[in-house]
């Protein structure tokens, strides 16, 4: 078999598809479209994808509740979302084809394992006759394809068991996919050879089914037709395929180069936040150190103790570990330490749709702790974003001394797309540098120095990495005097002291960007967002455009303090809508921070926007 191998089926171009894998947790769902968008990457197209995990570790096999889905979006043209609906539907079970089926687009395809349609699966699916032969699928092109058996029977030479062969099928199914849209083999077949080194037998397994997967839609009377999607004219440069928990952990590591100070992370793993630990942990040569502590208090209590020791210090989780790291935030809000909090936001309260993305925590992290204890907010808009948005918490953290919030949710963490990699050049210098000297006298002139004198400019207090010479200060939790550190019960000075760190926040809004409109600035109507929306509102954007609609759109990566032009902005317009993963928490700081009349736009079932849930509010609310 070759990439060139001739072919009697005519080839078709398409400008983009959007396929879903789907199947029990243990069908490799996950990898199958991992591989399909890696090799996509390679090939130059623009992608975008949305894994959806049970949420059961163990589910029963076989059961609506252990579907894994994995759906990828490649195009030859920008694209901002991974599709609103599949066009291609790749199954696995019974259970799969019911929990997906609503999904795909009328006159999509279907591909199904027949071999997993028996009774036994039929019953746990709930159903009461085989959708595959009783009109289910009248109305889609179905391909009916024997993966289980064809799978067996290309492995078998090998000597492996029918149980272990059936392993293997969903490689069937990549290679199936991989001849369907002209997706060279040699990057998969090497990757299969790298990640199973060592074991001959599944290298053996794998590259057999893939090969038999590829040459059954090349040979079987099956299909019609086969496709090309050819590269989108991205921006010149090197690429690599990210997902947001990744590049969020690469941003912790830049951070901390540029800011040259050694990056310490304490975590506790919590889905879906835990491959942000899993990552940094592999980069112990760029002076990371990471502590996997007993739970999300030591955790941060952890990060907040190498914060106070000089070091750039992250603490990761979602919501419930926000909760539980409340009290330990509050006390570095009083101590004036940068500590960088980052939450991966899921679908709750409590345990609630661990596996799945909600932004429902902005509340919590504007005022989810004690007293009056302000903290900036910035919040990834993109996977790729995720990246920049660390570096800019750090930023924040470093220069102002404090702690700082780090939104993400969990369709960034998983998703991917492609990321042009920076010029190391360009990335900003956020450098600090700790005290080491006196900063003031005491009665007698002599030097001292003074934990709490702020800079004029920042209101930051001074940095003293601990066992600086001449520079021991007292911290707690206890109200401090300004300047001296000292503990004070004053009324006068607690307020002081309030109003200070307040004010320190708030003129943070002088230190970042202005927010841009995009589309028609001369509009109606603004979609102002925040989040993971980006994607979608940008794409609904677009749509509307096409149809003669003009829109304009704000989104807003510092939630707290907002961009000191966002007033005006907002009052330029008649019609603002907010579209968020939550019942309506950013429309209300709007509404009470500005006076306006923004209408909210809620969704909070665990599933991202889709660009035709906004564009239908658009065509609403401009009366089309």
């Not at 076989?62 to 901002?80: C, M, P």
């Not at 570990?321 to 330990?328: D, N, Q």
């Not at 401090?480 to 503990?487: A, N, P, Q, V």
């Not at 006076?595 to 599933?607: E, H, I, P």
Request: proline share 7%; net charge negative.
């Amino acid at each position: 078999m070759t990439d060139t191998a001739d072919r009697e089926l005519p080839l078709q171009e398409l400008e983009d598809v959007v396929i879903r894998f789907a199947g029990d947790s243990g069908d490799g769902m996950q990898l199958t479209g991992d591989r399909f968008t890696s090799v996509s990457a390679v090939m130059g197209n623009d992608l975008s994808t949305l894994p959806e995990f049970p949420a059961e570790i163990r589910a029963p096999q076989g059961t609506l509740a252990g579907v894994s889905a994995f759906q990828v979006r490649i195009s030859d043209y920008e694209i901002h979302t991974p599709g609103d609906a599949p066009t291609v539907l790749v199954i696995m079970n019974p259970a799969a084809l019911k929990s997906q089926l609503h999904h795909l687009v009328q006159g999509g395809v279907i591909i199904a394992n027949t071999d997993a349609f028996n009774q036994r699966n039929l019953d746990k699916a709930g159903y009461t006759s085989n959708p595959l032969e009783d009109g289910t699928l009248a109305g889609y092109r179905y391909y009916p394809v024997p993966m289980s058996e064809l799978t067996k029977l290309a492995v078998a030479e090998h000597g492996v068991k029918p149980r272990d062969a059936e392993r293997s099928k969903n490689f069937f199914a990549l290679g199936l996919i991989s001849w369907m849209y002209t997706r060279p083999t040699e990057p998969t077949l090497q990757w299969i050879r790298e990640k199973f080194a060592g074991r001959e037998l599944v290298i053996a397994a794998n590259v057999s089914a893939f090969k038999a997967g590829y040459n059954f839609g090349e040979t079987a009377e099956l299909f019609e037709a086969h496709y090309e999607i050819k590269p989108a004219p991205l921006r010149s440069g090197e690429y690599t395929n990210i997902n947001g928990n990744t590049a969020l952990a690469w941003g912790c590591i830049a951070a901390g180069q540029l800011s040259k100070l050694p990056v310490f992370l304490g975590s506790y793993p919590i889905t879906p936040a835990s491959d942000i630990l899993h990552e940094l942990a592999k980069h112990k040569n760029f002076g990371v150190r990471t502590l996997q502590a007993e739970d999300e208090i030591a955790a941060c209590g952890a990060a907040l103790g190498a914060a106070y020791g000089g070091s750039l210090a992250f603490t990761t989780t979602s919501g419930p570990g926000v909760a539980l790291k409340g009290e330990t935030i509050g006390l570095a809000v009083s101590l004036e330490v940068p500590l960088v909090i980052v939450d991966v936001q899921r679908g709750g309260p409590s345990t609630g749709l661990p596996t799945k993305p909600e932004a429902a925590d902005l509340m919590m992290a504007m005022y989810g702790r004690h007293s009056e204890s302000p903290l900036p907010i910035v919040a990834a808009k993109s996977p790729s974003h995720c990246f920049d948005a660390a570096i800019e918490a750090s930023r924040i953290a470093v220069k102002y001394r404090t702690p700082v919030m780090l939104m993400t949710d969990g369709f960034l963490a998983n998703s991917s797309e492609p990321w042009i990699l920076p010029d190391v050049d360009s990335l900003p210098d956020i450098s600090v540098q700790h005290a080491t000297e006196f900063n003031g006298t005491n009665e007698d002139g002599e030097g001292i120095f003074l934990p709490y004198l702020r800079d004029k400019e920042t209101l930051a207090r001074p940095w003293a990495v601990p066992g600086t010479p001449d520079l021991m200060h007292r911290v707690g939790g206890i109200e401090k005097t300004d300047e001296t550190g000292d503990i004070n019960y004053d009324p006068e000075n607690h307020e002081l002291m309030i109003n200070l760190r307040a004010a320190k926040v708030a003129g943070i809004a002088n230190d970042i960007p202005e927010v841009e409109v995009y589309g028609d600035p001369d509009s109606e109507l603004l979609i102002v967002g925040w989040g993971s929306t980006a994607g979608a509102i940008t794409a609904a954007i677009h749509r509307a455009s096409d149809m003669g609609l003009n829109a304009a759109m704000a989104h807003l990566v510092h939630l707290n303090p907002f961009p000191k032009n966002l007033g005006d902005v907002l009052a330029s317009f008649d019609k603002i809508i907010v579209p968020e993963m939550n019942t309506g928490q950013l429309v209300r700081m709007i509404r009470a921070e500005f006076l306006v009349d923004a209408q909210k736009l809620t969704k909070v079932n665990g599933v991202p926007f889709t660009s035709g849930e906004i564009l239908a509010e658009i065509q609403q609310k401009l009366g089309a």
